[in-house]
């Protein structure tokens, strides 16, 4: 979203805000959106202060907690709901890696924990967004006329064409994929767009810890 190419109106809820997710709260702001939700299970002070210096008139909600947990996304669509009165914009970006290891040599813990973050968190938000929209019965923005919101599912290449030792990483985002289409399907009569994107990998703090710790481990 190249600045001057669109002016967001509108509310933009995104999960994973350290991450991919902070890069793309940067395109929002850039693009004229000026209110936006944002969290992480990292601290977000780093993506507020990087959209403050773009547009320091921007409100910024920032909440940290953990997307898998059903109770905390519920809680964060409430406050944003009390803050904003809308939701317009949704990006799931939250996700973890998974341990380089076969499937036969990882522990159920490690396949929970992944599938918790990557594919549960992206459904407790794609979920609770549209439900949100739908309850407070929002009218659609000026520039999206007949369009009450719209969803977007990071999900990855490795959904479509596996890699190996990564079988938990590669199975939740192909369920992003698929979990995206049933979903776009359902909503399209009530005028919701959702849609999935599958970057390949992308340099994010998480993905420079995450090598660094390979390399100081092999």
């Not at 809308?86 to 522990?107: F, K, M, N, Q, W």
């Not at 919101?149 to 990855?156: D, K, P, Q, T, Y």
């Not at 992003?176 to 776009?184: E, F, L």
């Amino acid at each position: 979203m190249a600045s001057g190419t669109f002016h967001l109106s509108g509310v933009a809820f995104i999960t994973g805000a350290a991450g991919i997710g902070a890069a793309t709260a940067l395109a929002f702001v850039r693009s004229g959106c000026t209110r936006l939700a944002l969290t992480d299970i990292q601290p977000l002070t780093f993506t507020k202060d990087a959209i403050l210096s773009i547009n320091p008139f921007a409100e910024v909600l920032t909440v940290q907690g953990d997307v898998s947990s059903a109770s905390f996304i519920n809680s964060f669509v409430s406050e944003i709901k009390a803050r904003f009165s809308r939701i317009d914009y949704v990006v799931t970006c939250a996700g973890v890696l998974s341990l380089l290891l076969r499937s036969h040599e990882t522990p159920i813990e490690e396949f929970d924990r992944v599938a918790g973050v990557n594919w549960k968190g992206s459904w407790l938000a794609s979920r609770a967004a549209p439900k949100c929209m739908l309850e407070l019965g929002q009218e659609p923005l000026d520039a999206h006329p007949g369009q009450k919101g719209a969803v977007v599912n990071v999900a990855s290449r490795v959904g479509q064409v596996a890699m190996p030792t990564a079988s938990p990483y590669c199975a939740s985002k192909a369920a992003i994929i698929n979990m995206t289409r049933a979903d776009a399907i359902d909503h399209v009569q009530d005028g919701i767009r959702i849609n999935c994107v599958c970057p390949g990998i992308i340099r994010t703090q998480f993905m420079t810890a995450t090598s660094e710790l390979e390399e100081n481990t092999n």
